[in-house]
């Protein structure tokens, strides 16, 4: 995990990947639950039995559970000290490039492209996020994510 002392740490790093972070399992326990929260019942997704006889030979992750897991990567891969709040303002571009099969592991690389100071205390931040599922030359999603947070020193 990477460690920032101020903002102007954070401003610093603009070009360079940030981190890279430890794999997580997608179970279907997952995909089921994000099913249940959001409505989408494909059976691509919540019918193990029909989707090994489907286009993917397994279930896959939901899209948007892959996206959704952004914030944890963050949280996983970078903190800034002293911040008292960070939030998600949002996403310029999302791509879902390849699927993602229950059982899969994925990872995140996380690049700073550019950082914008935010008065009085805050700090916005935009970051290029390569989902890579485990064994896979081609990523699972890629996101232009823009967050903000404030508290930190400059």
Known sequence: MKTFHSYSEVSACVGQEVAVTDWITITQEQVNLFAQATGDHQWIHVDPERAKAGPF???IAH???????????FEDGMRI???RMGVNYGLNRVRFTA???VGSRLRARLVLQATEPLAP????MTWLVTVEREGSDKPACVAESVARSYGAAP
């Open 63 to 73: 899209g948007f559970l892959t996206l959704s897991l952004i914030p944890r990567f």
């Open 121 to 124: 205390d805050g700090l916005q």
């Open 81 to 83: 000290e002293g911040a």
């Open 99 to 101: 699927p993602v099969p």
């Open 57 to 59: 030979g397994a279930p």
